[in-house]
């Protein structure tokens, strides 16, 4: 099948308008020779991963030039640009997105069709770039997307890891964790730049040194020092024209330190700082809004942090040299949660013991350089580190914190005179046992500016998580809701909905995505219904396969497609969905013969290695599925699926096909959610709480076109405050008891009675933290109006065209010019 004689080339397909001017035979030029100097093969013998290598290295020749001629117009015109730090960068694959952003993906199509491969097969070549977790990581890679599209002169940075997310297997219904080696065999998008390695300094101790004009001066003896290498990973812009980086860190051994271990004959000695040093970038932590606390966690987010910091001060220096009063105008640092919190007692550090500022001058640029985004109000997300540990790690910067919070806690005896409790909880220590830093309140404190991810959420941090900042310092804190980039997230993961957009309304809307709205019209015309209903319905044909192929269970088209796809966590509630796939179940049993369209539920989701209960939800939902799809008295009119392995490339392929979107959070503890706005983006409807973003989207789409359920924040709150008691739920709704009481038994793991128990014994004796039994009959309800209303396809299509239609706001562009407009305050740079 592999042939590359020349067939007559067919036509070339119509590139886009803004394409670059390459052709599919030049093109095709591009990876044939490619495949001989870049991968040292040839047509006859490639593999399908050399052919995908090859077509790599031929974007590659387009992006190069582009990524070095956006540089130089950086540096020429020295304008502002902002710096996100983050631990996490869930970029998925490449390949599509960089030829989509360069107008080039019909193209190149047609290239590898004549050399005899499917662009798509190709694809599935490319493993995930995993390094992230969960919505946090993917939305930096969705801002950077953005950044670059709008020309804005931006740079990430992270980690570098080994090992990203590990990969999940189910075996026998539990989750196994497989490590990821997504650079097992080389990764054609990322140039090394040695000559950018930096120093980072570790352990030791401080030395104070008495001047002989009598002052004082600090100097840390670091234990030892590892060397960060940076990797960058060129972002294309939507049309091409900027060409920003990701730079990725990677620690090494340091030369100097271990030679002369290794010279003194301590090669044991040497070897162990050589571990430790490359140990650092070796794997990302797994833990979704859980802090870790572990001292590496701690050294992975100082070490990107003071390279990080080192490579912005060189490109500073380079242009203004030892002056530093531009640093703030031209510099913004924005800390993408807490993680990278420690890069503001570094750049203290750094202004005062080495470039020999007063603290004055080096709190202010800080002060008006730093931006720091919370995305959880979760008590357990909130980051702590002990004292002693950064007494080990870092004691120069634990000196540094004292001093900020020294000077700090006179700011709020000034706005609270007297008023020690104040003191106390606003400290950026908390005494006790093991006294901790409080890393939220650093960041709260180092930065001009803190935002939240959904209008809800920004709210819930003024008023719950920061109330007495916010009371002394209430413009410090605005509000920028989350979004998405509709490249990847529309145009290139649903190409049969792209185009139908496209024909009626024209193609600007992958660049401004408020043109959506043209849809509106053609909601309730009949011709464009079916053609909308009939993308969808492809789009499960091919999803169909695509859960034959992973778990060989057999589903139909025709069902309803409910799909629930998040990291596992109980405030997700992935145990509500469950719990109610058991009460269908029951009344499928009881009544056959029930009103009722079949559905099919589709779970991706995985657990943090360590949390426990999350692992037996996943156990329960494999069970569960078992159990029910080859039960042959409901007659297929229920099936549940768990996709193994669930990652932005599994999710390109369920979100096109979703009808329903499961967004059931506990009320006020979903900071925004930006699955759900992909899946409305893909006329999903959303079956969900007034949570996070799920207000603003039922803002945007009309309540009418959801189906809304459960406790509002208010209502959680007040439930809580009144003393909520889960088994009034049990022993009030003879459904909810008798699903719970169903997971006492063998009848979903025959012989192994009380296999599942762990879920019905927290939601009960555990007090049901997060209100799944309050909430269970709404939702209920809700599922009812929503098979109810699918037996109506038209009502159906006009409510799922007006979802797409209406989603224009979450676009993450206008997030940017959300925090350009509020924030970052840049100005775009165009790229010849
Ligand atoms: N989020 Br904190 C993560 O994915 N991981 C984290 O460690 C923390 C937050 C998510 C929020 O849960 C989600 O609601 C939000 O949409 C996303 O960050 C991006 O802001």
Request: glycine share 6%.
């Amino acid at each position: 099948k592999k042939t590359t004689t020349a067939k007559k080339a067919a036509p070339a397909p119509a590139a886009e308008g803004f394409a670059l001017d390459v052709s599919v035979e030049q093109f095709k030029e591009s990876i044939v020779r490619n495949l001989n100097t870049t991968l040292g093969t040839d047509a006859e013998k490639a593999s399908d991963k050399a052919w995908w290598g090859a077509t790599a290295a031929a974007v590659n020749e387009l992006v190069f030039s582009r990524l070095s001629q956006t540089q130089k117009t950086h540096l020429n015109k020295d304008t502002r640009a902002v710096h996100y730090l983050s631990l996490e960068f869930l970029m998925g694959r490449l390949m599509g997105n960089n030829l989509q952003s360069l107008g080039l993906f019909e193209n190149a199509a047609q290239a590898l069709k004549e050399l005899g491969h499917e662009i798509t097969d190709l694809a599935e070549e490319e493993p995930d770039m995993a390094l992230g977790n969960g919505g946090l990581g993917r939305l930096a890679a969705c801002f950077i997307d953005s950044l670059a599209s709008l020309n804005y002169p931006a740079i990430g940075y992270g980690i570098h890891y080994e090992h990203g997310l590990f990969r999940q297997t189910i075996q026998q219904g539990r989750q196994i964790e497989r490590p990821d080696s997504w650079r097992e065999y080389g990764n054609p998008w990322e140039i090394c730049r040695p000559e950018s390695t930096q120093e980072v300094p570790l352990f030791g101790y401080v030395e104070t040194v008495f001047e002989n004009d009598g002052s004082l001066r600090k100097v840390w003896h670091p234990g030892s020092v590892i060397k960060g290498v940076p990797w960058d990973i060129p972002i294309v812009g939507y049309k091409g024209t900027t060409v920003n980086i990701l730079r990725l860190w990677e620690s090494r051994a340091s030369e100097f330190f271990d030679w002369d271990a290794f010279n003194a004959g301590a090669y044991k000695d040497a070897q162990g700082e050589q571990n430790l040093a490359e140990t650092v970038s070796k794997v990302l932590y797994p833990n979704d809004e859980t802090e870790a606390g572990k001292q590496l966690r701690l050294v992975q987010q100082y070490f990107f942090c003071a390279c990080s910091l080192k490579d912005i001060m060189r490109r500073y220096k380079r242009a203004h040299g030892d002056d530093f009063s531009k640093y703030a105008e031209q510099i913004v640092i924005q800390l993408n949660d807490t993680h990278p919190t420690v890069a503001i007692p570094e750049l203290m550090r750094v202004f005062m013991d080495e470039e020999g500022l007063n603290w004055e001058d080096a709190w202010a640029i800080c002060q008006q350089s730093f931006a720091y985004t919370n995305h959880t109000l979760l008590p357990e997300a909130l980051e702590k580190w002990p004292v002693y540990l950064f007494e080990r790690v870092l004691p120069r910067h634990l000196e540094i914190i004292y001093e900020i919070n020294r000077r700090f806690l006179d700011e709020v005896e000034a706005q609270w005179p007297g008023d020690d409790a104040k003191k106390i909880k606003l400290s950026l220590i908390e005494e006790g046992a093991q006294r901790m830093i409080r890393m939220g309140n650093l960041c709260v404190v180092g930065s001009y500016k803190v935002n939240g991810v959904a209008a809800v959420h920004s709210e819930l941090v003024k008023a719950d998580l920061f109330p007495e900042f916010y009371e002394m310092w209430p413009e410090k804190f605005v509000n920028v809701t989350n979004g998405v980039t509709p490249r990847r997230w529309l145009k290139a993961c649903n190409p049969r909905l792209s185009s139908l957009i496209s024909d009626t309304i024209g193609s600007d809307w992958p660049g401004q995505l408020d043109k959506l709205v043209a849809l509106k019209p053609y909601a309730d015309k009949a011709a464009f219904q079916k053609k909308y209903m009939q993308a969808k319905r492809e789009n499960k044909l091919e999803l169909v396969n695509t859960i034959r192929e992973l778990t060989g269970v057999e589903v139909s088209p025709d069902a309803i497609f409910d799909v629930l796809i998040k990291r596992l966590h109980e405030y997700k509630r992935q145990h509500l969905n469950l719990l109610h796939i058991l009460a269908l179940y029951r009344r499928l049993l009881e009544n056959p013969n029930m009103d009722f369209h079949p559905m099919v539920f589709l779970f991706g989701a995985k657990a943090a290695p360590g949390y426990k209960l999350a692992k037996e939800i996943i156990f329960a939902i494999n069970k569960v599925a078992d159990r029910i799809n080859n039960d042959p008295r409901i007659k297929d009119k229920l099936k549940v699926v768990f996709l193994p392995n669930y990652r932005v490339s599994l999710a390109e392929k369920l979100i096109p096909a979703a009808d329903l979107s499961e967004q059931i959070s506990t009320a006020g503890y979903e900071a925004s959610g930006t699955g759900n706005m992909k899946m409305a983006l893909n006329g999903a409807l959303t079956m969900g709480t007034m949570d996070g973003a799920n207000i603003e989207i039922a803002e945007e789409a009309g309540e009418e076109n959801m189906f809304i359920f459960g406790l509002s924040v208010d209502e959680v709150k007040e439930t809580k405050a009144k003393g909520y008691n889960p088994w009034d739920y049990y022993y009030g709704n003879p459904e909810i008891k008798a699903v719970l009481d169903w997971l006492d038994t063998d009848y979903f793991t025959p012989g192994e009675p009380g296999a599942l128990s762990a879920i019905k014994r927290s939601l009960l004796d555990g007090g049901d933290p997060y209100l799944v039994l309050a909430d269970f009959e709404s939702y209920s309800e809700a599922h009812k109006r929503a098979n109810e209303m699918y037996k109506d396809q038209k009502a159906w299509a006009k409510s799922a065209i007006l979802n797409t239609a209406q989603m224009g706001k979450f676009t993450s562009d206008r997030s940017i010019e959300d925090y350009v407009d509020r924030i970052w305050s840049l100005k775009k740079c165009d790229v010849k």
